[in-house]
């Protein structure tokens, strides 16, 4: 059975810094890309990074504008996305993903190829 887990979020002031954690199991192998999600109240859910897990290739969404970092521990089974310079509307529902590695040469931020999910940790920005 595959578990994922979200855990660091919380709330910052404008221009801080938080790091999410993402703590998987039950996948076997290495074959698998990880990502990242938010869902901010009354929006659609988008995505942020991803990570494919053998190699270590990554991607980022255009949400990011170079202030996140997606990176992983291969001996902790978990993903970190480090994000600094936050704002207001980074303001939302962190979720991890996982899925098998797709055919694809890199990982993907569409939402509808993961198909395990984390419960998701609130990310609160205040100006």
């Known amino acids: 059975q595959v578990q994922v887990v979200e855990s660091g979020g919380g709330l910052v002031q404008t221009g801080g810094s938080l790091r999410l954690s993402c703590t998987f199991s039950g996948l076997t192998g290495e074959a698998y890309d990880m990502a990242w999600f938010r869902q901010a109240p009354g929006k659609a859910r988008e995505g942020v990074s991803c990570l494919r897990w053998s190699g270590g290739t990554k991607y980022y969404g255009p949400v990011v504008q170079d202030r996140f970092t997606i990176s992983r521990d291969n001996a902790k089974n978990t993903m970190y996305l480090q994000m600094n310079s936050l704002k207001p509307e980074d303001t939302a529902m962190y979720y991890c993903?996982?899925?098998?590695?797709?055919?694809?040469?890199?990982?993907?931020?569409?939402?509808?190829?993961?198909?395990?999910w984390g419960q998701g940790t609130q990310v609160t920005v205040f100006s």
């Open positions: 993903a996982a899925a098998l590695r797709s055919m694809n040469p890199i990982c993907s931020i569409v939402e509808h190829q993961y198909n395990y």
